[in-house]
């Protein structure tokens, strides 16, 4: 089966939730991070972890936030009273998104008390400033990083540095599933393990926002791994290979030296000191670009 690049934007609560939200001052907008990310702690419910290792359609960050902790979660499908009783008890700010014959709808819960705004193209951006309001009075204690640690700190740095330049939008912690879309031979497995980021085509240049390269960062290195995320590391990048799709993966080779491999040069890959910024900007907008215009042939 060819690769065919996986649109994140799919319905009318979709296009609603990019159209307004990425709008707000000084927020990033992040499409389909797992939940269990967004918890400071990740909760170990078995009857939940089906939901947890889904994403919430869309989570807000503060712009000059290196971890990118959760303002907002923004769901727009239906979730369950589990997952609810822990967006409530860890105090982090929901919205459940619903657009219905024109009309928008926020749902918003909070310890103690929620409430419901609907409204039509008139009153959508008073909406939107009151639920921002209304979330950004919460505590960031249990709170989770989107972005977390160092290498994935320089990394995020490197790829906004051109994001302007080639029209992309930079998500994180994104379910494997979600970033390849849905295919008949993706085990399952591999589908719900998360990777540390996925890169897409901005909603202006393509409303669909499509994927057009998934990132692996690995901060540890084999030696400290156990043989299970070995094995599931490498069917992932044999998975990669055989559908011909643009991916990028980073690896720890000693020090703070990194390799950078790109699934579509032939295995020609690069090392990279971690604090060489001018390289890894060079280096992944180099990929980055390949990966774009991949993308855009095949849609």
């Known amino acids: 089966m060819s690769y ?4 994140l934007i799919l319905e009318g609560s979709h296009r609603l939730v990019v159209e307004s939200f990425a709008r707000s001052p000084s927020k990033l907008l992040l499409l389909r ?3 269990k990310r967004f918890f400071d702690v990740e909760p170990t419910a078995v009857s939940l972890s089906v939901e947890l ?3 919430a359609f869309g989570v807000l960050v503060e712009e000059s936030d290196p971890q990118a902790k959760p303002v907002l979660i923004i769901e727009t499908d239906a979730i369950s009273a589990g997952i609810r009783d822990l967006y409530r008890n860890a105090d982090l ?12 709808s926020f749902r918003f819960e909070r310890p103690g008390f929620s409430g419901r705004l609907q409204f039509d193209d008139r009153g959508e951006s008073q909406a939107i400033e009151s639920v921002l309001k209304w979330a950004e009075t919460s505590a960031p204690a249990k709170k989770g990083c989107l972005v977390r640690g160092e290498v994935e700190r320089a990394i995020t ?8 330049e080639l029209g992309i939008c930079v998500h994180h912690q994104v379910p494997f599933g ?18 540390e980021m996925s890169i897409t085509l901005r909603h202006e240049l393509d409303p669909g926002m499509p994927v057009v390269l998934p990132v692996r960062i690995d901060s540890n290195g084999v030696a400290q791994q156990n043989p299970e995320t070995v094995e ?6 044999e998975y990669v290979v055989s559908v011909g799709m643009p991916m990028a993966a980073i690896q720890p080779v000693s020090g703070s030296t990194f390799r950078l491999t790109y699934s579509l040069n032939d295995g020609d890959d690069f090392e990279i000191d971690l604090n060489d910024a001018s390289t890894w900007q060079q280096s992944l907008r180099e990929i980055t ?10 849609l």
């Not at 065919?4 to 649109?7: K, L, S, V």
């Not at 670009?289 to 855009?296: D, G, L, S, Y």
Request: one cysteine or more; a positive charge.
């Open 289 to 298: 670009a390949h990966a774009v215009e991949r993308t855009r042939s095949t």
């Open 157 to 164: 740095c490197a790829m906004r540095s051109f994001s302007d």
């Open 33 to 35: 991070p797992a939940r």
């Open 4 to 7: 065919q690049p996986n649109r």
């Open 93 to 104: 700010p929901y919205i459940e998104v619903e657009q219905v014959a024109g009309r928008g």
């Open 232 to 237: 599931r590391d490498q069917s992932i990048a």
């Open 178 to 195: 979600y970033a390849v879309g849905y295919r008949p031979d993706l085990p399952r497995m591999l589908a719900r393990h998360t990777i």
């Open 53 to 55: 290792n889904k994403p």
